[in-house]
């Protein structure tokens, strides 16, 4: 080991000694009323903490406890050496501290943050491209317009609902939320969203509480509305 790394290593030792001895004079300076209230800020903190790792860590529980006892802690302690510095020093001290204090520890939390938002990604090495023999030149194939397949084309938008059953409207849904994925040029896109709004009214008259079970469900463009109306609209025309 390099006597760098000794020296680095003592200074953090006497570091680490100088702010317990700091916690400790705190600790004992405080009236039982200011350990109260250094107690109810950790579980603030912990708290506050908790919620925040909750939602950016997908409800894992470990990451969770992890953050809140963390958060506490540093807490716990900050608010102890606070109180020691200002025992020993005062006020004035004690407020050059925390700036101090607080400004290096925004600088460390962002310089951590950029480091993970950012990580290094190794080179990929360059492969070869593999070697391709001459041929024939296969002709280019000539651009086709976009199909719209099922019930759903450029004509059948004035094609009448009021005959289909409900499984038939169903997939009248589905083709068109289907369709609606292809490129298509303006006017097929607009006969599709008039016809898409055809059906969405035919399903509200039918069934109009198995419809707001539907919309209640979602996501509607890739769920089978037939499955939410109820076994009294089946029929071709339940109202």
Same mark, same amino acid.
């Given at each position: 080991m390099s006597s760098r790394?000794?020296?680095? %290593?003592?200074? @953090?030792?006497?570091?680490?000694?100088?702010?317990?001895?700091?916690?400790?004079?705190?600790?004992?300076?405080?009236?039982?009323?200011?350990?109260?209230?250094?107690?109810?800020?950790?579980?603030?903190?912990?708290?506050?903490?908790?919620?925040?790792?909750? /939602?950016? #860590? !997908?409800?894992?529980l470990r990451a969770t406890? /992890?953050?809140? *006892? $963390?958060?506490?802690?540093? +807490?716990? &302690?900050?608010?102890?050496?606070?109180?020691?510095?200002?025992?020993?020093?005062?006020?004035?001290?004690?407020?050059?501290?925390?700036?101090?204090? =607080?400004?290096?520890?925004?600088?460390?939390?962002?310089?951590?943050?950029?480091?993970?938002? $950012?990580? #290094? #990604?190794?080179?990929?090495?360059?492969?070869?491209?593999? @070697?391709?023999?001459?041929?024939?030149?296969?002709?280019?194939?000539?651009?086709?317009?976009?199909?719209? +397949?099922?019930?759903?084309?450029?004509?059948? =938008?004035?094609?009448?609902?009021? =005959?289909?059953?409900?499984?038939?409207?169903?997939? /009248?849904?589905?083709? +068109? #939320?289907?369709?609606?994925?292809?490129?298509?040029?303006?006017?097929? %896109?607009?006969?599709?969203?008039?016809?898409?709004?055809?059906?969405? !009214?035919?399903? /509200? %008259?039918?069934?109009?509480? &198995?419809?707001? %079970? *539907?919309?209640?469900?979602?996501?509607?463009?890739?769920?089978?509305?037939?499955?939410?109306? =109820?076994?009294?609209?089946?029929?071709?025309?339940?109202?």
């Amino acid at each position: 080991m390099s006597s760098r790394g000794v020296l680095v %290593r003592c200074l @953090a030792c006497a570091a680490l000694v100088v702010v317990a001895g700091l916690a400790l004079v705190g600790g004992l300076a405080l009236r039982p009323a200011g350990l109260l209230a250094v107690g109810l800020a950790a579980v603030v903190t912990g708290a506050l903490a908790a919620g925040i790792a909750r /939602e950016s #860590s !997908d409800d894992d529980l470990r990451a969770t406890v /992890e953050a809140t *006892w $963390q958060t506490a802690a540093w +807490t716990v &302690g900050v608010l102890l050496v606070l109180a020691g510095v200002a025992a020993i020093a005062g006020g004035l001290v004690t407020t050059l501290v925390g700036a101090v204090g =607080g400004m290096a520890g925004l600088a460390f939390w962002m310089v951590r943050t950029n480091g993970r938002q $950012q990580p #290094s #990604s190794p080179p990929v090495a360059a492969r070869p491209a593999p @070697a391709v023999r001459p041929g024939p030149v296969p002709p280019a194939p000539v651009a086709r317009p976009a199909v719209v +397949t099922g019930n759903v084309a450029a004509g059948a =938008g004035s094609a009448s609902l009021s =005959g289909l059953p409900i499984e038939a409207l169903g997939r /009248e849904w589905m083709t +068109t #939320s289907a369709a609606l994925g292809a490129p298509l040029d303006p006017g097929a %896109r607009q006969a599709i969203v008039a016809r898409r709004g055809a059906v969405l !009214d035919e399903l /509200e %008259r039918r069934d109009p509480a &198995g419809f707001a %079970r *539907w919309l209640a469900a979602g996501p509607l463009s890739t769920t089978d509305p037939a499955r939410y109306l =109820g076994a009294g609209a089946t029929g071709t025309d339940a109202g």
